[in-house]
């Protein structure tokens, strides 16, 4: 496990350039094994979770090839041997074999999956669209064993009894090579999801109404891949270092954002009193002064993103009076709140409400990242905080942060990391 130490005091400015979004990535490279070419995309970020993806499709004698951003992978010779457990267990997006297996083969036996400890997170939807598209599906020891009858997957009509990025993803993924029609609805809208249809269709899938609740997706026999798939840019990465530049910054210029994605997100930053200039791929913000407190609420998207209510907490600490924050899909996502109260913090959580009050004496101290966003938003806290603060299991964080130290060190921030199994050794 590795730790990050950082020197509070240090104040954010100059550029920074927003990678690949780690929640298309981890859907495009599960989606990759259905194609019966070798495919390649590009903008991709290096982040733990795709070094993973990389082992599980390693196990599938799918070969893979990352380098300066590019991404090749040659599922011309896959296996479908069973996913158990090991790297499964190290991300949440390892069930997305699932769907691609059973849409490739008719047949998955994947491991429960791994990631973000952020309370329950129950895979009854998924599995639900599976069976509806004829699947038999069985929970066996701690893997999802699912195959299809003879006559194989065939269209049907879902709806989804809550919105669900990975239950559309999944059933996306299996249906896209089933017999007929399958129409999704309840799905969810997430510009990931968009970026998944876009990558299917330009390898000949005919999938309609991504991005709306509402999906249509009519089965082809074959995919195939004929050019490079340019994955968005990540917008919870993007907003991330928005709100660190508006906490502790002096001018910060956030490159390569689709500003729409970033909507709610930049109306509450408007909202608290933040000085922006969004342009046509970039936003430029200054560090915020007499900042106004505000209510968050998380909500599927176009709502203001769950991923975010953690890292906006550093900025949240800056307002003059009481801000709120409801996470309404992960109400359990506080892993951050005791670690921030040790640093200082002025936060709690009662009844489902997060309160963050003004916090002008934080100080460093050693804390813990238990999950990707609780621990990004310590990072925040730390460049606030009087003297040093040392976050261990660093690891999480670097499960969806690419090369986060060089990209504060392009901000004027240093950033230390250890390995502690290296000193060890
Ligand atoms: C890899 C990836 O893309 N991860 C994202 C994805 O996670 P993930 O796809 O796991 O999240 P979902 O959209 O599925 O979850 C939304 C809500 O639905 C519930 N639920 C989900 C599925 C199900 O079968 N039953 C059920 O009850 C969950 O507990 C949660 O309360 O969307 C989340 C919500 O935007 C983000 O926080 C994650 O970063
Ligand atoms: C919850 C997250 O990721 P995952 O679904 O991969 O655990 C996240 O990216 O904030």
Redesign the pocket.
């Known amino acids: 496990m590795k730790k990050m130490i950082i020197n509070g005091g240090q104040k954010l400015s100059g550029e920074v350039t927003i990678g690949g979004a780690?929640?298309s990535t981890?859907?495009l490279i599960p989606a990759a094994i259905l194609a019966d070419t070798p495919v390649k995309f590009d903008s991709v970020p290096d982040i733990l979770d795709v070094h993973n993806l990389m082992l599980i499709l390693s196990k599938m004698n799918v070969p893979s090839n990352f380098s300066h951003g590019e991404l090749e992978i040659d599922p011309t010779q896959i296996k479908n041997v069973p996913l158990p457990g090991g790297a499964i267990r190290s991300l949440?997006?390892s069930y997305y074999f699932m769907g691609a297996l059973l849409g490739k083969f008719g047949k998955a036996l994947v491991g429960f999956p791994g990631?973000?400890n952020?309370?329950?997170?129950?895979?009854?939807?998924?599995?639900k669209g599976f069976r509806a598209l004829g699947a038999i599906v069985e929970e066996r020891n701690d893997a999802v064993c699912i195959k299809t009858t003879p006559e194989g997957l065939h269209g049907a009509r879902i709806f989804f009894d809550?919105?669900?990025?990975?239950?559309t993803?999944n059933v996306l993924l299996a249906a896209v090579r089933a017999k007929g029609t399958t129409i999704i609805e309840n799905a969810?809208k997430?510009p990931?999801i968009v970026d998944l249809a876009t990558f299917l269709n330009n390898m000949g899938a005919q999938i309609r109404g991504a991005g709306t609740d509402v999906i249509r997706i009519k089965g082809v026999p074959s995919l195939k891949a004929t050019n490079t798939h340019t994955i968005i840019p990540d917008r919870?990465e993007a907003g991330t270092y928005l709100a660190f530049a508006a906490a502790a910054g002096q001018g910060v210029l956030v490159k390569n954002v689709i500003t729409e994605h970033l909507e709610p997100f930049i109306a509450k930053l408007v909202e608290m009193g933040v000085y922006l200039e969004v342009n046509e791929d970039s936003i430029y913000v200054e560090g915020g002064r007499n900042l106004a407190p505000v209510t968050i609420k998380t909500a599927?998207?176009p709502g203001f993103?769950?991923?975010l209510q953690q890292p906006i907490t550093p900025l949240l600490m800056q307002a003059k009076g009481c801000s709120k924050i409801i996470d309404t899909?992960?109400p359990e996502r506080v892993k951050h709140i005791p670690e921030m109260q040790r640093m200082g913090g002025k936060i709690v959580s009662k009844d489902g409400i997060i309160s963050i009050k003004h916090s002008s004496e934080l100080i460093g101290t050693t804390v813990e990242a238990s999950e990707i966003r609780a621990g990004v938003a310590l990072v925040g806290l730390a460049l606030m905080a009087k003297g040093t603060t040392v976050i261990n299991k660093a690891d999480n964080i670097l499960r969806g942060y690419e090369r986060i130290v060089e990209k504060m060190a392009g901000l004027s921030i240093k950033i230390k990391i250890v390995d502690e199994t290296a000193v060890q050794e």
């Open positions: 780690k929640n981890v859907a949440r997006a990631g973000d952020i309370g329950p997170r129950p895979i009854d939807q998924h599995i809550i919105v669900s990025v990975g239950a993803i969810a997430e990931e919870i599927p998207f993103a769950t991923d899909l992960y």
